[in-house]
């Protein structure tokens, strides 16, 4: 499809309807025995559980999950950090936990976060009182001092 130009999706439509019947006469190959060998499909077989596109998502504290730009919020309560988002070919979500289908709806418009007001203090500035001990530390004297030996 590169080498013939196509670049968008009815391009590739078009140029498949020629290319198929080109490709079947090239590669095809005729069954050995003529009939349909297909198994007839369980009923416990649930295709649309396999044929979905599934992505492991992050479950927030607030139990919300978002997904493709939209946000989704978890309305069973449940413990797990992750939860399986399954996307249907007919385009409908399931979010699922360990096999067990979560009831959910989509949060069409975001709660806006209320700003909170920061009252500014200022800053006092603490001066220790003129009699501190700290005041009163000086190197060489006190209790820090260190012994003077006599000399040899």
């Known amino acids: 499809m590169r080498l013939q130009g196509v670049k968008s999706l009815e391009e590739a439509n078009e140029f498949l309807e020629g290319y198929l ?3 079947n006469e090239r ?3 005729s069954a050995a025995r003529p009939g349909d ?3 007839p499909i369980s009923k416990r077989v649930n295709l649309d559980q396999i044929f979905c596109l599934k ?3 992050s479950l927030r504290n607030d139990f ?4 493709e730009g939209k946000l989704y919020q978890v309305e069973d309560s449940i413990r797990a950090d992750k939860v399986m988002v399954h996307e249907k070919l007919d385009g409908s ?3 699922m936990h360990k096999r ?5 709806k989509e949060i069409v418009m975001r709660p806006v976060r209320e700003k909170k007001r920061v009252l500014k203090r200022k800053r006092r500035i603490a001066i220790p009182p003129p009699d501190h001990s ?3 530390f000086k190197f060489g004297r006190g209790k820090y001092e260190q012994p003077i030996l006599p000399s040899p």
Not at 64 to 67: C, E, F, N
Not at 100 to 104: I, S
């Open 55 to 57: 992505t492991e998502r």
């Open 93 to 95: 979500i399931l979010l």
């Open 21 to 23: 019947a080109e490709y």
């Open 37 to 39: 060998l297909h198994r």
């Open 27 to 29: 590669f095809g190959v």
């Open 64 to 67: 919300t999950v978002a997904h």
């Open 100 to 104: 067990r289908l979560l009831r959910f």
């Open 134 to 136: 700290w005041r009163k």
